[in-house]
């Protein structure tokens, strides 16, 4: 089944731990995304990857870094969490670059206290 | 700065009629817009795109209109059903090829 699956899915930690939030996709995909959603703002999108080892900032990256070391896994690093960073995270993908429907994954919700 | 909006933060509608969900665009470069749906709990879905080459595009029982001259972009679904309920969000293509920035979302809510 082609899917998207971030781990873990949920997560209540305290501020200053790092963290790692794992995203991987078996469709084969180019591109990936990570977002975050908030109550009344939407998604907004943190950090992109049009390919392997090619990463881009969104418009939210503060506080966030990406890597993408081999297509189907694109882990997103919370190095010194901080509360404004509670959120659900959303991870997705797509086939092409850009112009293309992304499939997501069922998010991850995180907690910094 | 660019800027994807909503008209309405809900909608509730009958079951069998007809829903339009509206949202407003800033930037007219834009080139590629998108619906998504979220159900509770889950991630969005994709459910139509459109490219700014046209003007209408339909799928299953849903129908994207792209006005290009107000910056105005709509979902419409037919004859809408209980299983249509959840947040609607519409996105453009933003600054870059891989920039995608997302409206607020409509709560659609269908009453039996």
């Known amino acids: 089944e082609a899917q998207v699956t971030q781990n873990p899915r949920y997560l209540i930690t305290v501020t200053g731990k790092k963290l790692t939030v794992t995203c991987s996709q078996n469709?084969?995909?180019?591109?990936m995304s990570w977002y975050r959603q908030d109550p009344g703002l939407g998604l907004r999108q943190i950090y992109y990857?049009?390919?392997?080892?090619?990463?881009d900032k969104g418009d939210v990256p503060e506080g966030y870094k990406v890597s993408r070391k081999e297509k189907r896994n694109f882990p997103l690093i919370l190095e010194s969490p901080s509360p404004n960073q509670t959120s659900l995270y959303f991870c997705?993908?797509?086939?092409?670059?850009?112009?293309?429907?992304?499939?997501f994954g069922d998010g991850t919700r995180l907690s910094i206290l | 700065g660019e800027s994807v909006g909503l008209h309405l933060p809900t909608l509730s509608v009958q079951e069998g009629d007809n829903s339009i969900i509206n949202c407003a665009y800033s930037?007219?470069?834009?080139?590629?817009f998108i619906w998504y749906k979220q159900e509770s709990g889950k991630g969005p879905q994709f459910i139509i795109d459109?490219?700014?080459?046209?003007d209408k595009r339909q799928g299953q029982r849903v129908t994207v209109l792209l006005n290009k001259t107000v910056k105005h972009l709509s979902l419409q679904i037919a004859a809408t059903q209980p299983g249509d309920s959840a947040v609607y969000f519409c996105?453009?293509?933003?600054?870059?090829?891989?920039?995608?920035?997302f409206g607020k979302g409509t709560k659609l809510s269908v009453k039996p």
């Open positions: 930037n007219s470069a834009s080139d590629y």
């Open positions: 997705a993908s797509s086939s092409r670059q850009g112009n293309q429907p992304q499939h």
């Open positions: 990857s049009m390919n392997v080892e090619v990463t």
């Open positions: 459109i490219r700014s080459n046209m």
């Open positions: 469709m084969n995909h180019e591109y």
């Open positions: 996105a453009e293509k933003g600054r870059s090829q891989g920039n995608l920035i």
